[in-house]
């Protein structure tokens, strides 16, 4: 919208905002951007399942290539992340174990 356009709009259909600093709006559109909204709020969602499906996949793909067979995956792959996610992250494992399906079900 054209500066004279704008104005003419906060005059007229906002007249309490047109002693308003800039810095007024800029907080404004600062707290509407960080809104939350139903997209942000899913995609977070959807992106934690993805990275699990991602990692199982992988992993799955890794096993295939070696020849070897996918119950490797659960008996000696899982206790290697947790292992790893304990003692080199000192994060709780079960959280992401979770989220790596493994079983010789869901990989086949």
Known sequence: MKPSKLQDHLRRCHPDKTEKDLKYFQ??????QKRSTLDRMFAST????????????????????S????????????????????TVLHKPASDIIKRIPLSYNTVE
């Open 46 to 65: 959807s992106q934690r399942n993805d990275d699990g499906l991602r990692a199982s996949y992988n992993i799955s793909l890794l096993i295939a290539k």
């Open 27 to 32: 907080t404004l559109k600062d707290k509407f």
């Open 67 to 86: 020849g070897k067979p996918h119950t490797i995956g659960e008996k000696l792959i899982l206790p290697a992340i947790e292992e790893v996610l304990k």
